[in-house]
C-alpha cells in the first residue's frame, strides 16, 4: 500500500541537564479571557502546507486540522487509545470489519450548519475520492463503503478487519467538513475553513495563522484560552528564537535546536523574566535506511558491520547534546511493541572485531568505501553532523573508508528513488501512537522507505495478524517477532527517538497536556497565570 510520509524534521531539543523543569507549576489564577490577556501567542518553524484535510500530512497542517475541525474520535492528553469525540459512541461488530458511530446531539459548523452522519461520509469519500498527492487518503485505504442508517449514525464497512482504524481516524485524516461547503472532487482554496472544533480559523499568511474560539463546538475540548496566533517562522530558528527572548511569542513549539534551548536558559532575559523549558514524550524516531538492492550495501555483511560499530550513545551526546534518547527498536518507547532486538543482536557498542568477521563473511577483505546520504533541509540543521560523526565512527575501526554528502530534500528523495543511495537517512512523526503505524508503512511493495526490502512473513502473516487484533496489548509479541526479524535482515538501523519539547515563559499553563505520543498540540490547553 502506498503511504504517504509523515517524515520527521528531527528539530530535538529538551531534557537538558539543569535545565528541564518536570512542570510549570499549579493552575494559579487564569488570566481573564479578553483579547489581550487571554489569547496566546504560539511560534513554530514549520509552515502550514494545507488548511483543506483533504490534502494536508505535514506536522503544521495538521496541527491547524486538529484544532478547527472534529473527529470521530480523539486522543485525550497522555493516552494511546482513543475516545468518542465528535461520535458519542463507537464499536466494532463483524470480527472488525463494521465499525459504527453514533453522532453526538447538537453538532454544528462553525457556519451555522447541522453536522450529520451525511457530513461525515462525505469527507471521507472526499478524502478517497480527491487522493491528493499530499493527502491522508491511503489511511483510509481499509474502507470499501460508507452507510448512514440516520441522521446520527455512521456505519463503515472496512476490506479487511482493522483494529487501528479507531485511531486513524482520530488522527487528522478524520477531519469531519461541511459537505455543503467543500467541493467535492476539488481542494477548498483561499485558506478558508469551515469546522466544528475548538477553534475557528480567522486568516491565514505565510507569517501566521489567527485563530478565535468557536463558541458554538460540542466536544470533551475545554477551552482555557481565548485564542491563538500561531507565528510561522518557516525554518528561521534564531528569528524564532530572538521573538521568545523579546516577548512576541509566548510558546516556542518545534523549531529550537538543542544549543538554542540551552543558550535562552542562560539568557539575561531567561534570567529575568522566567522561562520553562517543557520536555513531554515523543515518539519521533529516525531510522539509517539500507538500499537492499545496492551492489555494495546489499550484501548482509555490510549492513552488520555497521550495526556492530555505530555508538549511539555517543553520536547523541556529541550532535544532540542528549536531548534524543538512543533506539534499539522499530517501535519506539511508550508504544505497545517496544522492544530490544537490535540492542540484543548488535550491543550498545562499537564492536570491531564482529564487524571484522561480518565482512569477511560476505568475502570483503578490503576497506569499505561508502557514502552515507543526508538532507539537513527536511530532518533538521544536525542532520549533517549526525551522518559525519557515524562516518567517523566506521573509519575507526578502519574496515570502512566512509564520508557524507548532503543534498537538498527534493533531489533527496529523487535519488532515493531512483535507487541511487546505498545508505540514507529518513525520520519519522506518527500519524497515531499505535504499533502498525512504525511497522506496516516501512515493508512491502511501494513502502515509505524506498529501500527494495520485503518480507512474506511480515507482510503476509503478522501486519495482517495484528490489524485484526481489537486488544492491542495482545500484539506486543507479533511485533517483537516482526523486529527481531527485521533486526536480522537488516533493511534498516533504528537511530534514535525524540524527546518533545516546548519552550515557553513561565507564566504559560498546560503545555505538559500538549507534548505527547498523539504528536496532538491542543491548543485549548494553554491559559497564561500570575
Same mark, same amino acid.
Given at each position: 500500500?502506498?503511504?504517504?510520509?509523515?517524515?520527521?524534521?528531527?528539530?530535538?531539543?529538551?531534557?537538558?541537564?539543569?535545565?528541564?523543569?518536570?512542570? %510549570?507549576?499549579?493552575?494559579?489564577?487564569?488570566? #481573564?479571557?479578553?483579547?489581550?490577556?487571554?489569547?496566546?501567542?504560539?511560534?513554530?518553524?514549520?509552515?502550514?502546507?494545507?488548511?483543506?484535510?483533504?490534502?494536508?500530512?505535514?506536522?503544521?497542517?495538521?496541527?491547524?486540522?486538529?484544532?478547527?475541525?472534529?473527529?470521530?474520535?480523539?486522543?485525550?492528553?497522555?493516552?494511546?487509545?482513543?475516545?468518542?469525540?465528535?461520535?458519542?459512541? %463507537?464499536?466494532?461488530?463483524?470480527?472488525?470489519?463494521?465499525?459504527? %458511530?453514533?453522532?453526538?446531539?447538537?453538532?454544528?459548523?462553525?457556519?451555522?450548519?447541522?453536522?450529520?452522519?451525511?457530513?461525515?461520509?462525505?469527507?471521507?469519500?472526499?478524502?478517497?475520492?480527491?487522493?491528493?498527492?499530499?493527502?491522508?487518503?491511503?489511511?483510509?485505504?481499509?474502507?470499501?463503503?460508507?452507510?448512514?442508517?440516520?441522521?446520527?449514525?455512521?456505519?463503515?464497512?472496512?476490506?479487511?478487519?482493522?483494529?487501528?482504524?479507531?485511531?486513524?481516524?482520530?488522527?487528522?485524516?478524520?477531519?469531519?467538513?461541511?459537505?455543503?461547503?467543500?467541493?467535492?472532487?476539488?481542494?477548498?482554496?483561499?485558506?478558508?475553513?469551515?469546522?466544528?472544533?475548538?477553534?475557528?480559523?480567522?486568516?491565514?499568511?505565510?507569517?501566521?495563522?489567527?485563530?478565535?474560539?468557536?463558541?458554538?463546538?460540542?466536544?470533551?475540548?475545554?477551552?482555557?484560552?481565548?485564542?491563538?496566533?500561531?507565528?510561522?517562522?518557516?525554518?528561521?530558528?534564531?528569528?524564532?528564537?530572538?521573538?521568545?527572548?523579546?516577548?512576541? &511569542?509566548? &510558546?516556542?513549539?518545534?523549531?529550537?535546536?538543542?544549543?538554542?534551548?540551552?543558550?535562552?536558559?542562560?539568557?539575561?532575559?531567561?534570567?529575568?523574566?522566567?522561562?520553562?523549558?517543557? !520536555?513531554?514524550?515523543?515518539?519521533?524516531?529516525?531510522?539509517?535506511?539500507?538500499? +537492499?538492492?545496492? #551492489?555494495?550495501?546489499?550484501?548482509?555483511?555490510?549492513?552488520?558491520?555497521?550495526?556492530?560499530?555505530?555508538?549511539?550513545?555517543?553520536?547523541?551526546?556529541?550532535?544532540? !547534546?542528549?536531548?534524543?534518547?538512543?533506539?534499539?527498536?522499530?517501535?519506539?518507547?511508550?508504544?505497545?511493541?517496544?522492544?530490544?532486538?537490535?540492542?540484543?543482536?548488535?550491543?550498545?557498542?562499537?564492536?570491531?572485531?564482529?564487524?571484522?568477521?561480518?565482512?569477511?563473511?560476505?568475502?570483503?577483505?578490503?576497506?569499505?568505501?561508502? +557514502?552515507?546520504?543526508?538532507?539537513?533541509?527536511?530532518?533538521?540543521?544536525?542532520?549533517?553532523?549526525?551522518?559525519?560523526?557515524?562516518?567517523? !565512527?566506521?573509519?575507526?575501526?578502519?574496515?570502512?573508508?566512509?564520508?557524507?554528502?548532503?543534498?537538498?530534500?527534493?533531489?533527496?528523495?529523487?535519488?532515493?528513488?531512483?535507487?541511487?543511495?546505498?545508505?540514507?537517512?529518513?525520520?519519522? &512523526?506518527?500519524?497515531? #501512537?499505535?504499533?502498525?503505524?512504525?511497522?506496516?508503512?516501512?515493508?512491502?511493495?511501494?513502502?515509505?522507505?524506498?529501500?527494495?526490502?520485503?518480507?512474506?512473513?511480515?507482510?503476509?502473516?503478522?501486519?495482517?495478524?495484528?490489524?485484526?487484533? +481489537?486488544?492491542?496489548?495482545?500484539?506486543?509479541?507479533?511485533?517483537?517477532?516482526?523486529?527481531?526479524?527485521?533486526?536480522?535482515?537488516?533493511?534498516?538501523?533504528?537511530?534514535?527517538?525524540?524527546?518533545?519539547?516546548?519552550?515557553?515563559?513561565?507564566?504559560?499553563?498546560?503545555? !505538559?497536556? %500538549?507534548?505527547?505520543?498523539?504528536?496532538?498540540?491542543?491548543?485549548?490547553?494553554?491559559?497564561?497565570?500570575?
Amino acid at each position: 500500500m502506498k503511504v504517504r510520509t509523515r517524515w520527521s524534521s528531527a528539530l530535538i531539543a529538551g531534557g537538558l541537564a539543569g535545565v528541564l523543569l518536570t512542570g %510549570c507549576g499549579s493552575q494559579g489564577e487564569i488570566w #481573564p479571557f479578553d483579547e489581550d490577556k487571554g489569547r496566546m501567542v504560539v511560534g513554530m518553524s514549520d509552515g502550514i502546507l494545507a488548511t483543506d484535510p483533504a490534502a494536508g500530512y505535514d506536522p503544521g497542517s495538521w496541527l491547524l486540522f486538529n484544532n478547527v475541525f472534529q473527529s470521530l474520535m480523539s486522543f485525550p492528553p497522555g493516552a494511546s487509545t482513543p475516545v468518542p469525540e465528535a461520535a458519542e459512541e %463507537c464499536h466494532f461488530s463483524d470480527g472488525s470489519k463494521t465499525y459504527t %458511530c453514533t453522532l453526538r446531539g447538537g453538532l454544528k459548523f462553525s457556519n451555522g450548519n447541522s453536522l450529520t452522519s451525511a457530513d461525515v461520509k462525505y469527507s471521507f469519500d472526499r478524502a478517497i475520492g480527491i487522493n491528493d498527492p499530499a493527502g491522508p487518503a491511503p489511511l483510509l485505504s481499509t474502507i470499501s463503503s460508507i452507510s448512514t442508517p440516520s441522521e446520527k449514525t455512521v456505519v463503515f464497512h472496512l476490506k479487511v478487519p482493522d483494529a487501528i482504524f479507531p485511531s486513524k481516524i482520530a488522527s487528522g485524516a478524520g477531519s469531519i467538513v461541511d459537505r455543503h461547503v467543500y467541493p467535492k472532487d476539488r481542494l477548498l482554496k483561499g485558506g478558508k475553513t469551515v469546522g466544528s472544533g475548538p477553534y475557528m480559523l480567522d486568516s491565514i499568511d505565510k507569517s501566521k495563522a489567527v485563530f478565535s474560539v468557536y463558541s458554538g463546538y460540542h466536544g470533551t475540548a475545554e477551552v482555557k484560552n481565548s485564542g491563538v496566533t500561531l507565528r510561522l517562522f518557516e525554518g528561521d530558528q534564531q528569528a524564532l528564537k530572538s521573538s521568545l527572548e523579546k516577548g512576541e &511569542v509566548d &510558546v516556542a513549539y518545534r523549531g529550537l535546536t538543542a544549543k538554542a534551548i540551552a543558550a535562552l536558559d542562560a539568557s539575561p532575559t531567561a534570567g529575568k523574566d522566567g522561562m520553562d523549558v517543557v !520536555q513531554g514524550s515523543s515518539a519521533e524516531v529516525q531510522h539509517m535506511v539500507f538500499n +537492499t538492492a545496492d #551492489p555494495l550495501v546489499g550484501k548482509i555483511g555490510v549492513r552488520k558491520a555497521i550495526a556492530y560499530l555505530l555508538d549511539r550513545n555517543a553520536l547523541l551526546s556529541e550532535v544532540y !547534546q542528549s536531548t534524543a534518547a538512543p533506539l534499539y527498536s522499530i517501535v519506539p518507547g511508550g508504544i505497545t511493541g517496544h522492544g530490544t532486538s537490535f540492542f540484543d543482536m548488535y550491543g550498545d557498542g562499537p564492536q570491531p572485531q564482529k564487524a571484522k568477521d561480518a565482512l569477511r563473511d560476505s568475502g570483503i577483505t578490503r576497506k569499505v568505501k561508502l +557514502t552515507l546520504w543526508s538532507t539537513p533541509s527536511r530532518y533538521g540543521p544536525a542532520t549533517d553532523d549526525e551522518l559525519r560523526t557515524i562516518a567517523d !565512527q566506521l573509519n575507526k575501526s578502519g574496515l570502512f573508508d566512509a564520508r557524507m554528502e548532503t543534498v537538498p530534500f527534493d533531489q533527496y528523495e529523487k535519488d532515493i528513488a531512483d535507487g541511487k543511495y546505498g545508505v540514507y537517512v529518513k525520520g519519522w &512523526v506518527p500519524d497515531y #501512537p499505535d504499533p502498525d503505524n512504525f511497522t506496516q508503512p516501512f515493508f512491502g511493495k511501494g513502502n515509505v522507505l524506498s529501500n527494495n526490502y520485503e518480507n512474506s512473513e511480515i507482510t503476509d502473516r503478522i501486519i495482517p495478524q495484528t490489524s485484526s487484533m +481489537t486488544d492491542r496489548a495482545s500484539t506486543r509479541q507479533k511485533f517483537i517477532e516482526l523486529q527481531d526479524i527485521v533486526a536480522r535482515e537488516l533493511p534498516l538501523l533504528p537511530l534514535w527517538q525524540g524527546k518533545q519539547y516546548a519552550v515557553a515563559h513561565e507564566n504559560v499553563r498546560g503545555l !505538559q497536556n %500538549c507534548l505527547d505520543t498523539s504528536t496532538v498540540f491542543r491548543f485549548w490547553e494553554l491559559n497564561t497565570a500570575y
